[in-house]
């Protein structure tokens, strides 16, 4: 089915009110289901749970500065369970999504005393990992609130950031979830003074035993759509997103685009590193701290420094001799690795990024215009 709201379908009076460049979000798309919902009444002043429970919502999280994170938050698991075990106010759910061939499963476990375990799975397409986890903590707390006389829901989930967002009265494209579940909530809270609600953090690289069975069974289901479905703006925007950094990437690969004379750095991996836009970009994100330093690493990596190298490509007239008299032309590569010079740091891995910028600080004449 064509997408009635594609570029083609302008008129010539829309394409001349038209500013800028635009491009199809998606052709494939049935159309965007609706995500926001700022109007909502759960997030308006006065109404918001934070202002009327903000006691009754708690986060546990992994304890990042600890030793030994992981073993430390897998005994932490286990002794909660434990402590809550034959509690039977207790509902204690485990929740996790998987995405395959852009199509998401969504589960919740529900485990309470002396109640058989309530499992909840969830199918859609074209949706992010946080939207279809979100929709898991949703259905997981929609059963949770069904279960007599429970006065305590505990969530243990991998995606705590998605946990946040219920939580966050800005605009954002998850407030469907966030109203359904805000909703749900203040009626749990309502309806007895005690009642309350903990989200625990349980990164799925832990494998703790109850989390583990939930991503097992995410993962075991194989659904192929059958049907044109919505796609979520999220999704939408991921997509295209994507495709435009893959293009960017294919782009800055081509030498003629970058420079011939571009340094290629890696990272820690020891894999080539890449553009991106997180952060500001990993080459930025290592550097940009100090207008000296990042003055310096970009005349290094883009080779236009005052170097003789520089100076025998655009001014063959000038002295482009390496001034420590072992090298007739003064390049790049002798100052970052062979050079006497610049001796305050030494590695034989400085072409990964984190060993260039130690390099460039132990060194902080290298590629300067004082730099004799």
């Known amino acids: 089915m064509s997408n009635s709201h594609?570029?083609?379908?302008?008129?010539?009076?829309?394409r001349s009110l038209t500013k800028g460049h635009i491009i199809d979000s998606n052709i494939k798309s049935y159309g965007i289901f609706p995500s926001f919902s700022p109007l909502d009444p759960e997030f308006s002043p006065g109404h918001c749970i934070i202002d009327?429970?903000?006691?009754?919502?708690?986060?546990?999280?992994?304890?990042?500065?600890?030793?030994n994170p992981n073993k430390t938050r897998a005994q932490e698991l286990d002794d909660m369970v434990l402590r809550y075990s034959s509690v039977p106010q207790l509902a204690l759910m485990i929740t996790n999504a998987s995405i395959k061939n852009n199509i998401a499963t969504s589960i919740s476990h529900v485990h309470s005393a002396n109640q058989p375990l309530i499992k909840t799975v969830h199918h859609t397409s074209f949706v992010t990992s946080t939207e279809?986890?979100?929709?898991?903590?949703r259905c997981g707390i929609n059963q949770a609130c069904t279960i007599n006389n429970v006065s305590k829901i505990i969530i243990v989930t991998d995606s705590i950031h998605a946990a946040r967002k219920i939580f966050d009265s800005r605009s954002h494209p998850y407030q469907i979830h966030s109203a359904a579940i805000l909703s749900e909530l203040c009626t749990f809270f309502s309806s007895k003074e005690f009642n309350s609600i903990e989200f625990w953090e349980c990164p799925s690289k832990l494998k703790w035993r109850f989390h583990h069975d939930a991503d097992k069974d995410s993962k075991a289901f194989s659904v192929t759509s059958s049907y044109l479905s919505k796609i979520s703006w999220d999704f939408c925007k991921k997509t295209d997103c994507e495709e435009s950094i893959k293009l960017w990437k294919m782009t800055f690969q081509a030498s003629d685009r970058k420079g011939k004379h571009f340094l290629d750095l890696l990272d820690n991996e020891l894999n080539v590193i890449e553009p991106s836009y997180v952060k500001g970009g990993p080459w930025l994100q290592s550097f940009s701290h100090s207008n000296s330093l990042c003055a310096r690493a970009a005349r290094a990596i883009t080779n236009h420094a005052p170097i003789g190298e520089?100076?025998?490509?655009?001014?063959?007239?000038?002295?482009?001799?390496?001034?420590?008299?072992?090298?007739?032309?003064?390049?790049r590569r002798h100052i970052l690795h062979e050079c006497h010079r610049f001796n305050g740091y030494w590695n034989p891995r400085r072409d990964t990024l984190n060993h260039f910028v130690m390099f460039l600080t132990a060194n902080p004449n290298a590629f300067t215009f004082n730099d004799n």
């Not at 594609?6 to 829309?14: E, G, K, R």
């Not at 903000?54 to 030793?67: A, I, T, W």
């Not at 279809?132 to 903590?137: D, M």
């Not at 520089?310 to 390049?331: G, V």
């Open 132 to 137: 279809a986890e979100l929709f898991a903590i």
């Open 6 to 14: 594609n570029i083609s379908s302008l008129t010539n009076h829309q």
């Open 310 to 331: 520089y100076r025998l490509r655009f001014f063959p007239s000038m002295d482009f001799s390496c001034p420590c008299n072992n090298h007739s032309i003064e390049p």
């Open 52 to 67: 009327n429970f903000s006691n009754r919502f708690s986060f546990n999280l992994v304890n990042k500065n600890d030793k």
